[in-house]
């Protein structure tokens, strides 16, 4: 089966500093999501992007966050100035369609904010 | 808020019993309900979905899961539990905002099968 595939599976940085979060997803899905979650608890919605644009984000996904499509290919996450409240598991998913379509999820990277 | 609930945090059951995870929604319009499954260091994987038809949705693994729209419930089960099948489960409702869609969520239940 397909798969999503995000990197770097743990990734280790300062309060302040600039992160970018990678992921690959499936070739011909056109539907592109980041979620995360913190320790083990409930997976938050953070972005879905489509046709190179954001077509809905939450209240989490503030000024410091931004979503790129920079090759057609990869997909990244990038958090300007990182938080302690920022490290959690950041997983991407894609999907093929947008009306009840399934997600496919890579393993996730594991962001810790110290 | 259009939403999913999961109230059991966790669930135990013995191996060979049969187990219920439960999930309730609350949604405008018709709900479109997932089941997802997270093993211990690894992405949610998809077990199985409702969007219109047959009320028992069977899905991955074994599992299958009850749409009932008077109680709006769409519990997860399955006949005869593995002890493999330990892990954490999360139900999800497609929610419709400004015309795109989100899946929203719910707090996970880790299911727990003692051999």
């Known amino acids: 089966e397909p798969e999503v595939t995000q990197t770097p599976s743990h990734q280790v940085t300062q309060m302040g500093q600039e992160v970018i979060l990678r992921c690959v997803p499936i070739?011909?899905?056109?539907?592109f999501y980041w979620y995360r979650q913190i320790l083990g608890q409930k997976v938050e919605f953070l972005v879905s992007f489509y046709n190179n644009e954001i077509s809905e984000k939450s209240e989490i996904f503030d000024d410091q966050f931004s979503v790129e499509r920079p090759d057609g290919s990869n997909f990244t996450l990038k958090i300007r100035s990182t938080k302690l409240e920022d490290s959690a598991m950041y997983f991407c998913?894609?999907?093929?369609?947008?009306?009840?379509?399934?997600?496919?999820f890579g393993s996730g990277t594991q962001l810790s904010v110290l | 808020a259009q939403s999913v609930a999961q109230p059991e945090d966790q669930v135990n059951v013995a191996e060979g019993n049969p187990l219920t995870v439960k999930c309730t929604y609350s949604?405008?319009?018709?709900?479109?309900l997932f089941w997802y499954v997270q093993y211990p260091n690894r992405g949610l994987q998809f077990l199985l979905k409702y969007i219109t038809g047959d009320n028992l949705v069977k899905g991955s693994y074994g599992f299958e899961a009850e749409f009932n729209k008077s109680q709006t419930s769409f519990h997860l089960k399955k006949p005869s539990a593995l002890v493999s099948d330990s892990a954490l489960y999360f139900c999800?409702?497609?929610?419709?905002?400004?015309?795109?869609?989100?899946?929203?969520f719910g707090t996970g239940t880790k299911l727990q099968v003692i051999p």
């Open positions: 998913a894609s999907s093929a369609g947008r009306v009840g379509e399934k997600l496919f």
């Open positions: 949604v405008s319009g018709n709900p479109y």
């Open positions: 070739s011909n899905h056109l539907y």
């Open positions: 999800a409702v497609r929610v419709v905002s400004g015309g795109y869609q989100k899946v929203t």
